[in-house]
């Protein structure tokens, strides 16, 4: 499906690496203007000498402040994918202050807060936008240690319900893709484990996680999560928000 974003400018979190790192090179492909943000710079480096022309922007989105002050000064965004995020797997009886803090800081809080610097601007503009927020189909299905995981993209879900509702009124649409495991540096660190990932297996009617490009074994591609992504900032879903956009395999429909 062919789309152009030209003439607009995208800003997406967590974009050194994985499903971050190729939303932003594909919407540079298809002609947006791109800001990328990551919390280390080594990767933004690489991601500007791959595609010279992307925007770079270094800072922890957990730190509230630092994260005021760095998109402060961001400029006119119409497109944003809320991609940033950290698995801290634990089991739910040694769950710890600082993994709970982190999650929700990373995962749910900076949400909001970039996403209220780009409505804000928006709405001052009187522009249309899009956003997507990067979910999980663990948002909507218990995994063993993943109390506080599925509790942040729980709570995502349904904030992106509530952003759509009171958005909607200023043209601004807002949905969630909600994947499977993906193959992505995170996602081979909580999910290699050959036991522990054939029970997930299992359930995917589909049979296979999705998975980075530069993964050995030939599985789908991160590229299915970000085409779910382009469609949802596109056009094409004009009239689409406040939902949820699973890429699971079918994971979720037993």
Known sequence: MERSFAGRRALVT??????????????????AQVVA??????????LAQECPGIE?????????????????TIGPVDLLV???????????????????????????????QVSQIVSRGLIARGSPGAIVNVSSQASQCALKDHAIYCSTKSAMDMLTKVMALELGPHKIRVNTVNPTVVMTAM??????????????????????????????IPLAEVED????????????????????????GGYLVG
Request: charged fraction near 25%; proline fraction near 2%; hydrophobic fraction near 40%.
């Open 14 to 31: 967590g974009a050194g690496k994985g499903i971050g790192r190729d939303t932003a090179k594909a919407l540079f492909a298809s002609g």
């Open 37 to 46: 943000v990551s919390r280390t710079q080594e990767d933004l480096v690489s």
């Open 56 to 72: 770079t922007l270094c800072v922890d989105l957990g730190d509230w402040e630092a994260t005021e002050r760095s998109l402060s």
């Open 82 to 112: 809320n991609n940033a995020g950290v698995a801290l797997l634990q089991p739910f009886l040694e769950v710890t202050k600082e993994a709970c803090d982190r999650s929700f800081d990373v995962n749910y809080r900076s949400v909001i």
């Open 187 to 216: 996602g081979k660190a909580n999910w290699n484990d050959s036991k522990k990932s054939e029970a997930m297996l299992s359930r995917i009617p589909l049979g296979k996680f999705a998975a980075s490009r530069y993964h050995p």
């Open 225 to 248: 999560v970000v085409n779910s992504i382009l469609f949802l900032l596109s056009d094409r879903s004009a009239m689409t928000t406040g939902s949820a956009l699973l890429v699971d």
